[in-house]
């Protein structure tokens, strides 16, 4: 699925369930020995994946070990990223992307009380002129999910929701507009993302891939 709403050019795997028999390297095992049973099923569902991915731009298997802010740490030359929620785990990876931000949720409501902490007076008036049959809310949270896994890495610091003014396009599109200076990129100020996004299965899903300026 998440494979759709990415270019050629960035590698994905996906699972909507968690393999028997998956292993994770011993420094992920440290990382994760004090988790509770869920979220060890989704880290190493989620490390299987970002292998999976890594195979298929011809690398071997390695350790993908939390960095800052809990950022993958990918081998040098590789950008990607993970995410899982309920029946589902991905992960994109790429050697020709500056930054890649990915991120599924269950398309459903969100919880009461959540939208105004998450969104600009102008992406809720925008919303609510949008089809009906699309859980927006949900949407735009993990819209935002992608373009901050995206961002961080180029910028390194953090990335409030309320810094970002997304639009959306029902075609399947969506741009974020920076609303704090963006990080400089190839000599140029970064002023925003352009992503894409698909509901199917029961589920949301985002995607923004940053070319390299030689593409």
Known sequence: MIEKILPPWVASAE????????????????????????????????????????????????????????????????????????GYRA???SREALSVGIDAEPHEALPDGIIDSITLPEERDAMARLDSGVHWDRLLFSAKESVYKAWFPLARRWLGFEEARLAFSPSGTFTARFLVPGPVVSGRELTGFTGRWLVADGLVVTAIALPRATR
């Open 15 to 86: 699972a909507f369930d968690d393999p028997p028999g998956v292993t994770l390297f011993p420094e992920e095992e440290v990382v994760i020995a004090r988790a509770v049973d869920k979220r060890r099923r989704e880290f190493t569902t989620a490390r299987h994946c970002a292998r999976l991915a890594l195979d298929r731009i011809g690398l071997a298997p390695v350790p993908i070990l939390p960095g800052e802010r809990g950022a993958p740490g990918w081998p040098e030359g590789v950008v990607g990223a993970i995410t899982h929620c309920a």
């Open 91 to 93: 992960a994109a990876v």
